[in-house]
């Protein structure tokens, strides 16, 4: 368990990979602050408190059952259109998506700019921007637009979830 002052960070298996998942003391409440999507060569470490265990938990559950809904206090990130954005994909059901374009339409921004903040997302998975997909296929993932490690980790959910 690494800890700097009030943050600790943990690694949790995953089918896809490993997790990374930081929580973080705000305001004297424990919320989890970054999500990373790890390879399957980085070393574990364990939940080292409640919050990291219960989300490790909650993940397990979702892995199983991909109708899951994750329930953990978020630290306050991004800016107000970021926020659109996320918020716009929280109301995404699983097994659905939508596209760029559908949100922009929704948020009233441009699908370039919903894919920048789906990019910019700290909590993968809680936030499922993997959900949101280009009018022609599946889009890129987390910046990323070649067939790589992300992209792969976004075909898996999608499967997972019963899309693809």
């Known amino acids: ?18 997790l990374g998942v930081q ?27 409640a919050l990291a265990k219960a989300f490790s938990k909650q993940c397990a ?14 630290k306050p990130a991004g800016t107000a259109h970021q926020q659109k954005v996320w918020n716009a994909t929280l109301a995404i059901e699983t097994g659905k998506t939508m596209t760029y374009g559908e949100i922009a339409k929704q948020i009233k921004s441009g699908p370039r700019a919903v894919g920048t903040a789906c990019g910019a997302n700290p909590y993968p998975l809680v936030t499922p921007c993997h959900r949101v997909v280009s009018a022609q296929g599946l889009g890129g993932f987390m910046k990323e637009d070649s067939p790589g490690f992300y992209r792969q980790i976004k075909i898996w959910l999608l499967k997972h979830e019963g899309v693809l």
Do not use: R, W
Request: glycine share 6%; net charge negative.
């Open 61 to 74: 559950q979702y892995f199983n059952d991909a109708s899951t809904i994750f329930d953990v206090p978020l």
């Open 23 to 49: 929580t973080e003391l705000v305001d004297g409440s424990l919320m989890i602050s970054k999500i990373d999507y790890l390879p399957p060569d980085t070393a574990l470490i364990s939940p080292g408190n």
């Open 1 to 18: 368990m690494s800890s700097l002052g009030s943050i600790e960070y943990c690694v949790i298996s995953a089918p896809f990979g490993h």
